[in-house]
């Protein structure tokens, strides 16, 4: 399943839960955003073995996005260092733009800058006490290092990306963000049990993958 089908699917859940709970455009690009995201974010963990056959411009574009995200934590690390301020909101949604561009991306510096991003997460929802963007981060900057379609693929992480969401909607004010994050979370799990592979939903209490056939 690649990055775009999962995007796509979040994308769709996101807009079916904006149209349920707001009517505030702003809102709502809010709600197809973080379920798009929460769709992705489960392929931030380690190597799979489907990206042997790419086409040229999309090695390109997976190339681009993570010099892109070199670029980018240089210019955060300035802003920080300089004392800059910048608006969270384009701070969190770049750095979700971030992170959804290094999902493409495969090796060890992409690896490494996920974690960068993830301690930077975990610093600064340390810094601000803000649990969920703590628990984001702890997230972020494991998941690179585990096996792919491993603990991210699993029941047991949904209740702690749910919580995450749950964090946000707090943070923002805006009902229904938490439960947005975790069907987005859970479309992805759902659409890789589509797929030959499978899906360890119950890793590591059994390592029995399981599939669903449509047809
Ligand atoms: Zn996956």
């Avoid at 707001?22 to 709600?31: P, V």
């Avoid at 769709?39 to 963990?45: Q, R, S, Y």
Wanted: proline residues 3%; positive net charge; charged residues 10%.
């Amino acid at each position: 399943m690649t990055g775009k089908t999962h995007l796509a699917i979040g994308a769709a859940i996101g807009a079916a839960s904006a149209i349920y709970y707001s009517s505030d455009l702003g809102e709502m690009a809010l709600f197809i955003g973080v379920a798009g995201f929460s769709a992705l974010c489960a392929d931030l963990d380690g190597p799979s073995m489907l990206t042997s056959k790419l086409t040229k411009l999309s090695k390109r574009i997976r190339e681009f996005s993570l010099w892109g995200a070199v670029l980018y934590l240089i210019l955060i690390t300035y802003f920080f260092l300089s004392g800059k301020t910048i608006s969270p909101i384009i701070a969190g949604g770049s750095f979700a733009a971030v992170l959804a561009g290094l999902v493409m991306k495969q090796g060890f510096v992409r690896n490494a800058l996920v974690s960068i991003v993830g301690l930077y997460l975990i610093y600064h929802g340390f810094s601000h006490e803000q649990t969920w963007l703590m628990g984001l981060g702890l997230f972020v900057g494991w998941a690179p290092w585990l096996k792919h379609r491993g603990m991210t693929h699993t029941l047991w992480i949904i209740p702690f990306w749910g919580w995450i969401g749950w964090g946000l909607e707090q943070e923002l004010g805006v009902t229904g963000l938490g439960v947005t994050a975790m069907l987005g979370y859970i479309s992805h799990l759902v659409a890789d049990t589509l797929t030959p592979s499978g899906v360890k939903w119950l890793y590591p209490l059994t390592k029995k993958s399981f599939k669903l056939r449509l047809k």
